[in-house]
């Protein structure tokens, strides 16, 4: 056994280490996403026995994510359900569709601050949802309205016992999580998130506090495949969007945290394309299971790696594990707070907000950080789909300005011909300044124009160029001189 898998120990080590962690985490996205708990699971299950069997990169683990969980939850209350697996299903199609035509590795080519843009507006929205979650309160539907409420709902929280009692459990989970990492090497073996998920649990029960808590309808009760009156509400045109939605942030999350594990380990590098067609896969069989959609996630592939897994048995075999929970104990859910899974997104969506990257960029990049502020205050202003379009456009505008970076020098030396040398990119950006130049300069002159500097010439400058000459020439003593590159 040990000459056929020689890596089987390390594997079913690293196995055990990620089922911890992601059952937390699966129930707590699915608990803030709108839905049954049990789906929660049913995509993590997906994505080891699925996904991970899949070729592409072969150390990180997919599941349900802490960055969908707020477009998700968009998705349900405005389609319902029922809705959701033909939502995932499209979009599962779509990245299959992705991987095949190889579009898969230009994921690549999207500005990094747009990326960390997304995670900061994710991560500030839900920071504000759950915080009404470990209160027991109803949060606002936008994300303006969630962090304008945010005194109300602390004032109301301060006025009931039961309010304060839920958000003790859910500070308490916070603060178990972050000092976790400060206990012996030995304790730290259990992972925080689920040591504070046990503890809250424990002292819930103890205190008999008045505290809501998961709702259990069994794994086989969840699971609807998306009926005739689902797929009709594909004649919707406002679904569309959401598909493309799902798509394109599940798509980006994925890649981008195949890259960061790439650089956490020194085994296969990741193949783009076919880890698209594996989220693809995996989330088509989601969709037509009516589960959570999946993306790749770093915390689950971080712990993987870090645990020592070494091929891709280990994600799933946890994927086997996550089955054997969902089957056999699915009524411990039901003792879970509901406050205790709101603290860990709380944590979750803190860690999202890239606080090292704002202040690095600031110093360095301005623009680049402006791109990311926007983007995230758009998403939370706005939504997470739109947010990130406003983002690459701020984005494709800066690179184009930089690209068309253009010096316009004129000598004149009293006599003779006016020389006027162009150097740079001239692009339309720039046109309106250069026209500026040439004509300002005097009619009755000779110029020789010297192109030759330039790196590139687009149609409409040389267009335009082209139609000055003529005009200055037509009005003047000379035609103009235009000298060009060899």
Known sequence: MTTKYPHLRQDFLASIVVFLVAVPLCVGVAVASGVPAELGLVTGI????????????SLQVSGPAAGLTVLVFEAVSEFGVGTLGVIVLMAGLFQLAMGFFKIGRWFRAISVSVVEGMLCGIGLV????????????????????????????????????????????GAGTIAVIVLWKRLPKAVRSVPGALAAVVLATL????????????????????????????????????????????????????????????????????????????QGVGNTVCGLLGALPMTAVIVRSSANVNAGARTKASRVLHGAWLLLFAAALPSALALVPIPALAGILVHAGWKLIPFRQI??????????A???????????????????????????????????????????????????HLTGNATFLRLPKILDSLEALPQDR?????????????????????????????????????????
């Open 126 to 169: 839900i920071i504000a949802g759950q915080v009404y979650a470990a209160a027991g309160l109803k949060a606002p539907q936008t994300g303006i309205g969630k962090i304008a409420g945010l005194p109300g709902a602390f004032a109301d929280a301060l006025g009931s016992s039961a309010a304060l009692a839920s958000l003790a459990i």
């Open 46 to 57: 997906v994505g080891g026995l699925v996904t991970g069997f899949l070729p592409g990169s």
């Open 446 to 486: 000779p110029v020789e124009l010297d192109l030759s500097g330039l790196h590139h010439l687009d149609h409409a400058c040389r267009t335009a160029l082209h139609n000055w000459a003529e005009r200055h020439s037509s009005a003047g003593t000379e035609p103009v001189r235009v000298t060009t590159a060899a």
């Open 370 to 420: 402006l791109i990311l502020v926007v983007t995230a205050v758009s998403i939370v202003a706005v939504n997470m789909f739109e947010g990130v379009l406003i983002g690459l456009a701020l984005s494709v505008v800066k690179t184009a300005w930089e690209a068309s970076h253009l010096k316009t020098e004129i000598v004149d030396k009293g006599a003779g011909p006016v020389q006027v």
């Open 203 to 278: 002292a819930t029960l103890a205190l008999g506090l008045p505290v809501a808590t998961v709702e259990v309808e069994g794994l086989f009760g969840v699971v609807q495949p998306p009926g005739a009156d689902a797929f009709g509400e594909l004649a919707t045109p406002a679904i569309w969007g959401t598909v493309v939605a799902f798509t394109l942030i599940a798509s980006a999350e994925s890649l981008f945290s195949a890259a960061a594990v790439d650089r956490l380990h020194d085994g296969p590098r990741t193949e783009y394309d076919k880890e698209m067609v594996a």
């Open 359 to 368: 202040t690095a960029l600031w110093r360095g990049h301005k623009g680049e």
